[in-house]
């Protein structure tokens, strides 16, 4: 714990849900310079633990937020959510424009295709269930519990549905089976998993980062095709990585502490 004595503190707001939160969130605990909120959409039924104050649930869209960011005296905000929350990042932005908050947003690279992939990229999920194909397949679905719509007019296949928590059962494709895991994936599991249910096509979002990329190179050694659901456009222009935005985060800290002395 860094000494807090003569250092006033800055609130951050940090959007989660993902491991870039989580481990955002870490540093920020860890350092007294820092006043840290943690918040969650309550999508996941289990989320992990936070050593920060987590509250939970939407704010009621950007003047929700921005309303929050004023009443708590929020002097920093950083959305960590995942690539396609692209409701909650275009919310991020108007708020902190709205409440004149400095706002950052965090967003892991894309994955790439590699020589050995065999991807078919579709802008969303209407168009990556229409790349199935008219013929029946086995398909293993990574997509979401709640992005399973699209599947259900594709119903001559049979689908393998991996997500956290399990879909409810009107949201399921008719010939489903569900599995619950929750990642970090090896590689040979995932391997397993396609030769166990004989996949003979994965279907998945652009997610980026380690925690689930490892179905994409069991895909490629398998030689199984991947229909990739693109990303929807980013707000703003995001950092990469943790490291960015704890810069960013140690530069607002820096440039608000003089003005909360009132020198
Ligand atoms: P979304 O479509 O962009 O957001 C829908 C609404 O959920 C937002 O307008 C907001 O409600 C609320 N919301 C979203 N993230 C929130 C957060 N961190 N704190 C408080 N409210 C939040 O988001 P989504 O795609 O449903 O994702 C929901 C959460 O799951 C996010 O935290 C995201 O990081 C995480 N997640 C999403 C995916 C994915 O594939 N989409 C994958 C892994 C994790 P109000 O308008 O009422 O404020």
Sequence with gaps: MR???TVSRLKVLLLGGTAEASALAQRIAEDGRFDGALSLAGVTRSPKASP???RIGGFGGADGLARYLREHGTGALVDATHPFAAAMSANAAAAAATAGVPCLAVCRPAWTEQAGDRWVRVADMPAAAAALGAAARTVLLTVGRKDLAPFRGMAQHRYIV???DPPLPEDLPRNASFIAARGPFAVEEEERLMRTHRIETVVTKNS????TAAKITAARQLGLPVVMVERPQA????????????????????????AR???
Excluded: C, K, M
């Design 261 to 263: 002395r009132g020198v």
């Design 162 to 164: 991996r997500s956290v």
């Design 52 to 54: 920060l104050r987590t």
């Design 235 to 258: 707000t703003g222009a995001p950092v990469s990585t943790v490291d960015e935005a704890w810069d960013w985060l140690v530069a607002r800290h820096a440039e608000a502490a003089p």
């Design 3 to 5: 000494e807090t004595a």
């Design 208 to 211: 980026g980062g380690s925690a």
